[in-house]
């Protein structure tokens, strides 16, 4: 089993939709949770991190974790054609040495 | 305040030549990671880097490759002798802090082995 898996793609919708992505993770020991937003031959960008369970809203994003499922989502509400892009939950203990573990990403597309 | 730089862009190799990726990270960070990217997969840790020591490089392959991050100018990924499998993006990001956490990225160099 993967450290981290996350809902394979792609996954279209049409502009205004609220978008759900999902990761799950089975190493107990992650307590810090990002997602990361990638653009076509860009590099990944930082669009929400939360530290343990619980929610955390900006803007049109939301992200959730649920520690005791192993389970986060990232909500994005009203979603507009620029969030077309590759979506990456990344995990880290946090501990001194921890470094980040990545999911493979979802391709999102946002049909006008 | 620039993001992390990294160069070159998209570099081309023979087989056997070597590549020398750099990443300069945000002022202020002193943490490094290098990341590697194949098409369709996520991305894969390598190596993580404070100032001039290596602190977890369960993730290179252990020939071929090296990494170092000196006390002056930027963090070095070295690949000796490449081959077609080590074409991908090479990415880096750097922290404050370690753990990983808010890691900012570069935006990669695209490594073609020819």
């Known amino acids: 089993q993967k450290e981290v898996e996350q809902d394979p793609g792609p996954l279209s919708v049409p502009e205004g939709a609220i978008v759900s992505l999902n990761c799950t993770y089975s190493?107990?020991?992650?307590?810090?949770f990002m997602w990361y937003r990638q653009y076509s031959r860009k590099g990944p960008e930082l669009l929400m991190y939360?530290?343990?369970?619980g929610n955390k809203e900006d803007g049109r994003f939301t992200a959730q974790v649920d520690k005791s499922s192993k389970y986060i989502s990232l909500f994005i509400r009203d979603s507009q054609p620029s969030d077309s892009a590759t979506y990456l939950c990344?995990?880290?203990?946090?501990?001194?040495?921890?470094?980040?573990?990545f999911g493979k990403g979802i391709t999102l597309s946002v049909r006008p | 305040n620039a993001g992390v730089m990294q160069n070159p862009r998209h570099l081309v190799r023979r087989r056997g030549q070597e590549a020398r990726l750099r990443c300069s990270p945000m002022?202020?960070?002193?943490?490094v990671y290098w990341y590697r990217q194949l098409p369709e997969e996520g991305l894969k840790f390598m190596v993580y880097?404070?100032?001039?020591?290596?602190?977890?490089e369960s993730g290179m392959p252990k020939e071929r490759f090296s990494a170092e991050f000196p006390k002056e100018g930027p963090s070095i990924l070295r690949i000796q002798q490449v081959v077609r499998g080590d074409s991908a993006a090479y990415f880096c990001?750097?922290?404050?802090?370690?753990?990983?956490?808010?890691?900012?990225f570069g935006q990669g160099t695209r490594l073609t082995v020819v």
């Open positions: 990001a750097s922290s404050t802090k370690g753990g990983g956490t808010e890691a900012f």
């Open positions: 190493n107990s020991a992650f307590q810090y």
């Open positions: 939360t530290y343990s369970s």
């Open positions: 990344a995990m880290s203990s946090g501990g001194a040495n921890s470094k980040l573990t």
């Open positions: 002022k202020g960070h002193s943490h």
């Open positions: 880097l404070q100032k001039e020591n290596i602190i977890d």
